[in-house]
């Protein structure tokens, strides 16, 4: 497959593995509302963030949605979307293979983008995510009409889709629209409702659909010259003795196919989504100055319709969302009003000037966007986090003032791949494919001295919990002999030194 190369690539291709792991602290101040909520709202580095996020969601998202700057040349108050090409590209690489990472195997990831670098991230995309898992280019069309000021202006973005693996992805359908809703009618007062017809000739030459219908009121037709009908005749009896051929009004019509209403399951989306349908630019800067105000808004929003159309299709209820570029909040104020789940990270001080406050608003039952339409009337909550330290030094060793907790599920996520979901109570971490993981850090056995418990000796192994099976025990030391381990089954790895870096 061709790749795409730039100055600093081999650079930038490894920037992912080497970003540290970092923790996440809760600043409970900027929280708001239900204390139970799994949703979070990250101030720092999306890069930074994502690898934090990595032990914990890997495999779990369901829907990504992201609005990277779009490289336009042109400066935004809230953040600097002026950067060299390849710098974007270096930006965008590394960002996007730890989005991969979080996405789970049925989920898709949808990614905003104009046509100053469009074409460039379809490529590297197809690198990051494979090329066979390309889903479609989605047209946005996100102007009224056209900018007077270009010699021919840009009526549409594009959103590039991708799924995590192409044979597991599930995209919802749509429901009707008011328009679409219009066209179904009960002229002949059918017991079943609505409904509307469709041509009941196929392309193509079968020979057995190729009979003649006589109409109830005498007339003959056979079919239109170089197609068939669409099904064969016993078929087509059938669905006359079941009502469900028109032959209009007078009964002397071409047959045509009855499709009721409440047999419509939606329809599938496609790529072309005009703004009558999912918003445009004007429509999301008066949402944003109904919020903040005009003098403090954001320069760039998306219409909340769009991003409702994009987690609709991607996911359904209590499925988890993930925005790395939260902006102004939008994804995740549409995705609380849809009851789903989220993660928004955004780096910039309208982390807590725009995205909390917008959000509190939607727990108090704001009214704007897709409220109405949703039937949104308030409630649930967030957790404000920020980044803190990494769990390791420039020189490998345990950050001072790492909890158990987070190393816990560092090591975990090292180890087995998958993230960790236990409560960390307990020097024991689990099992993973007939392995049992403990973990020896910072007075978890109730020793309170920093080092209690952390050296693996006989007395610390008769006090841990039981698995019967291997065992791999991470600590600071050990004063067993290598016979005793291999009789109990144990590998010892000792801390800083033997925790794997991916």
Known sequence: MPLLHWLTRE??????????????????????GDRDTQNMLIQGDNLDALKALLPYYAGKVKCIFIDPPYNTRSAFEHYDDNLEHTQWLAMMYPRLEMLRSLLSEDGSIWVTIDDNEAHYLKVIMDETFGRKNFVANVVWQKRTSPDARLKLGDANDHILVYAKKDECIELNKLSLTEKQLKNYKNPD???????????????????????????????????PEGMCWKNIESVFLNLVADNRIWFGKDGKGVPRRKTFLFEHEGVSAWTWWPNDEVGHNQEAKKEINAIFG????????????????????????????????????????????????????????????????????????????????????????????????????????????????????????????????????????GSHEGVGYYLLFNGILGDKRPNGGNILTSKVLSGLPFHDGAKIIFGEGCRLSRERLSSEGITFRQIPYEIKAR
């Open 11 to 32: 650079q930038d291709i490894q920037t992912a593995i080497h970003t540290p792991y970092r923790l996440i602290e809760e600043v409970r101040e900027f929280s708001w």
């Open 189 to 223: 007062n059918d017991p079943k409702g609505r409904w509307v017809s469709s041509d009941y000739s196929a392309q193509g030459y079968r020979p057995n659909q190729m009979y003649t219908i006589t109409t109830p009121a005498g007339v003959q037709h056979k079919p």
């Open 294 to 429: 005009a003098e403090d808004a954001f320069t760039t929003p998306k219409p909340e319709r769009l991003i409702q159309r994009i987690i609709h299709v991607a996911s359904n209820s209590n499925d988890l969302v993930l925005d790395s570029f939260l902006g102004s909040g939008t994804t995740a104020a549409v995705a609380h009003k849809m009851g789903r789940r989220y993660i928004g990270i955004e780096m910039g001080d309208h982390a807590m000037t725009h995205c909390a406050p917008r959000l509190r608003k939607v727990i108090e039952g704001e009214q704007g966007g897709i409220s109405e339409a949703v039937g949104w009337k308030g409630g649930g909550g967030f957790r404000f986090y920020r980044l803190g330290v990494p769990v390791f030094d420039e020189n490998g060793h345990v950050t001072t003032g790492v909890r158990f907790a987070p190393l816990a599920a560092h090591i975990w996520f090292l180890e087995t791949g998958i993230p960790y979901s236990g409560q960390a109570d307990s020097p024991y971490l």
